[in-house]
T-cell receptor, first 114, second 114 residues
Framework: ETGVTQTPRHLVMGMTNKKSLKCEQH?????MYWYKQSAKKPLELMFV???????ENNSVPSRFSPECPNSSHLFLHLHTLQPEDSALYLC?????????????FGQGTRLTVV | GESVGLHLPTLSVQEGDNSIINCAYS??????FIWYKQESGKGPQFIID?????DKRQGQRVTVLLNKTVKHLSLQIAATQPGDSAVYFC?????????????FGQGTILTVHP
């Protein structure tokens, strides 16, 4: 248990569906991240929220929409996804400070788009 | 572009042997490195980190070596156990942000045979 909880663990959705992934951290961190992990690819950083403001958006398609209502919660809203969006979506959090940027990861949501 | 990569995608060892997992990085401005372990069905888990002002750091059964001259990072696991079987990722942080914007390598699959 890393203190970062993601739900659901598994999700199957059609290309016309709308769904949301949820992440909650209990570590008191002030930065949260969404990563995408596809087979045979490095983890890809999607979004970064620092102090509840989005500070990074790495050319992610608009069918992925993040939301950070407070420092403990992070959502990823999904709509009209494509089969190639099937992947493991990982949430992480860290505490902003100069000496350490270790990120704590959740278990991930395994997303399958059919 | 800048990238972090791994020399060997798979490594098989016998229980009790020492394991060495290698990582090459290309961004000479990187000043913080982390090794993560990812077991099947789980998110990446922090193992050990090292800053660029160090060339060696030891943890419990693990040692990370950093050679800035050749931009090479390695993770040594002593007396490898079946529970060490997982995918191992190196990640680098090039600084410039206060939050942990990490770039991950592709990963090495470590298999430990009893």
């Amino acid at each position: 248990e890393t203190g970062v909880t993601q739900t659901p663990r598994h999700l199957v959705m059609g290309m016309t569906n709308k769904k949301s992934l949820k992440c909650e951290q209990h570590l008191g961190h002030n930065a949260m991240y969404w990563y995408k992990q596809s087979a045979k690819k490095p983890l890809e950083l999607m979004f970064v929220y620092s102090l509840e403001e989005r500070v990074e958006n790495n050319s992610v398609p608009s069918r992925f929409s993040p939301e950070c209502p407070n420092s403990s919660h992070l959502f990823l809203h999904l709509h009209t996804l494509q089969p190639e969006d099937s992947a493991l979506y990982l949430c992480a959090s860290s505490q902003e400070e100069a000496l350490s940027t270790e990120a704590f990861f959740g278990q991930g949501t395994r997303l399958t788009v059919v | 572009g800048e990238s972090v990569g791994l020399h060997l995608p798979t490594l098989s060892v016998q229980e009790g042997d020492n394991s060495i997992i290698n990582c090459a990085y290309s961004n000479s401005a990187s000043d913080y490195f982390i090794w993560y372990k990812q077991e099947s069905g789980k998110g990446p888990q922090f193992i050990i980190d090292i800053r660029s002002n160090m060339d060696k750091r030891q943890g419990q059964r693990v040692t990370v070596l950093l050679n800035k001259t050749v931009k090479h990072l390695s993770l040594q696991i002593a007396a490898t156990q079946p529970g060490d079987s997982a995918v191992y990722f190196c990640a680098e942080w090039a600084g410039g942000t206060s939050y942990g914007k990490l770039t991950f390598g592709q990963g090495t699959i470590l298999t430990v045979h009893p």
